[in-house]
Structures are given as structure tokens and as C-alpha cells.
């Protein structure tokens, strides 16, 4: 079975129905309701996805929304190697160094994403949902 790591963007437009967004990221949901593929998110991304989700809607439908989200998620680990292989990493940006090594210690086998140059060192695929879903 494919796992999928989402980045914190595609998790957003999940949960945040972010149009034109939404579409691709409900469909992988879907797919993983059904058993056909598996979706890891880091711990990062509960963080991030609470506060942007509580600056349009209350705290409390933000963290609903990412209980019932859990259902269908794994989370993976952030740990001191995860943290090591980000601090030293060429990534520019830290939070996509230890989203992108996260990824990579949790076995997955794609990245989802809507910013891709965030990636351009990976060596795992990069895709957007459209992209995945295409293929």
C-alpha cells in the first residue's frame, strides 16, 4: 500500500475546504478511508493546521475537525535523528526540513504538496494531489 506524507498546505485545504484545493486532497481522503492508500502527517502538522483553521472558524470546530481527521491519518514520529538530519539539512526553510525527514523515517513513499520548490532536494517523489491522482 502507498503511504502518502501531506504537508501542512494540503492538510489546510482538506480542512479549510480551500477552493480549488479541496477537491484532489478529498478524493486521497477517500482513498484512504477505503483502505486503498495510507496517509502520514507529522506531529507539526496538528500544530500548524489548528492555529491557521482557528483564525477563520473557533478553536473548538478547528480541533473537531482534526479529531475526526485522525481517523484517517497516521502520525509519525519527530525524533532526535528527525531533528539532527533537519538541523543540518540544505533546506531552507526548517519546518519543511523536518516535515521532508519525517516523511522519509516513516517510509513514505510520496510527498503531497502544493510547493513543491519547498522540496527540490528530495529524493522521495514529489506531487500534488492532482499529479498522484492522475498517475
Known amino acids: 500500500m502507498q503511504r502518502l506524507f501531506l504537508d501542512c498546505n494540503i492538510v489546510i485545504d482538506l480542512l479549510g475546504e480551500r477552493e480549488p484545493f479541496y477537491e484532489p486532497i478529498a478524493k486521497l481522503a ?7 492508500i495510507k496517509l502520514v502527517v507529522s506531529p507539526i502538522t496538528y500544530a500548524t493546521v489548528c492555529y ?27 525524533n532526535e ?11 531552507p526553510d526548517f519546518e519543511d526540513a523536518l516535515q521532508y ?8 513513499n510520496i510527498i503531497i504538496t502544493r510547493n513543491g520548490k519547498d522540496f527540490k532536494k528530495s529524493m522521495v517523489p514529489i506531487m500534488t494531489g492532482d499529479e498522484y491522482l492522475k498517475n
Open 81 to 91: 535523528l528527525v531533528v539532527e538530519k533537519a538541523l543540518n539539512s540544505s533546506f
Open 52 to 78: 491557521v483553521l482557528s483564525k477563520f472558524e473557533s478553536a473548538k470546530v478547528a480541533l473537531e475537525k482534526l479529531r475526526r481527521f485522525k481517523v484517517i491519518v497516521e502520525v509519525c514520529t519527530i
Open 101 to 108: 525527514f519525517s516523511a522519509i523515517d516513516a517510509e513514505c
Open 30 to 36: 477517500t482513498l484512504a478511508e477505503k483502505g486503498k
